[in-house]
């Protein structure tokens, strides 16, 4: 498994994470560390960039788990990819804040607990506030969420691409009792029963400058559909 750790952007002393069941810290003075998972680095600290990863490619264990504190920080949309290959969703973030995940692809992603929990193929995220910077999420499935699905949470979005997704709800994004900001956001090319772009219930999203274009769905809410008292303002 793998995580970057770049504790110092928010001056705490350490950072952690937690891989498949290895817990990770990294004290401040250490610019990065590598044991049993790798540290992935494309930013200042870093000269070299991190390649296309995949379970077949790595034996990289999918989902990668955030916690707080902790970034995922690529090399650059299609440069760097993490490719679940189907074998379950890319990234799951569960009560995770001070997140920052950016520079890079996530796509192949596919739940693989069953219809009662088959939410983010990309990326599902729950109780929590990261920001999402720079990326493409494409070529992921799930029931509802294709893309990504927010539950009780408070991520934002920034020159993010959602493309090619698919779900019976949301096929680009789901959210739940959630209030996004999105800003510079593409949505296109994604497909689902209801809200081939977005499906909002019970939330309140804020979106600057977004594209949402050539969204299908089966029944209603080609680009957006907003239920349950949902609101966004464009």
């Not at 009560?95 to 990309?122: D, M």
């Amino acid at each position: 498994q793998w995580m970057a750790l770049h504790p110092w952007n928010y001056g705490l002393g350490y950072g952690v994470a937690r891989l498949s069941r290895t817990l990770v810290s990294q004290p401040l003075e250490l610019e990065y560390f590598i044991s049993n998972c790798l540290a992935v680095f494309g930013s200042k600290y870093s000269t070299s960039p991190w390649p296309y990863i995949s379970t077949s490619s790595s034996g990289e264990n999918f989902p990668i788990t955030l916690m707080p504190n902790i970034n995922i920080i690529g090399s650059g949309e299609g440069i760097s990819i993490l490719d679940a290959q189907n074998s379950n969703r890319v990234i799951v973030g569960e009560s995770s804040f001070n997140n920052e995940i950016k520079s890079l692809t996530i796509q192949g992603g596919s739940p693989n607990e069953g219809l009662s929990l088959n939410y983010g193929g990309g990326v599902y995220i729950k109780n929590s506030e990261i920001h999402f910077e720079n990326l493409t999420i494409e070529n992921n499935i799930a029931e509802s969420g294709g893309g990504i699905s927010v539950f009780y949470s408070y991520p934002q979005f920034t020159n993010v691409t959602i493309k090619n997704n698919y779900a019976d709800y949301g096929g680009g994004v789901y959210l739940f009792g959630s209030y996004p900001i999105f800003n510079n956001v593409y949505i296109e090319q994604n497909e689902a029963i209801f809200g081939g772009g977005i499906f909002s219930e019970y939330s309140n999203s804020i979106v600057h400058y977004p594209l949402i274009v050539n969204n299908f769905a089966d029944l209603f809410g080609g680009g957006i559909r907003l239920e349950s008292g949902s609101t966004m303002q464009i």
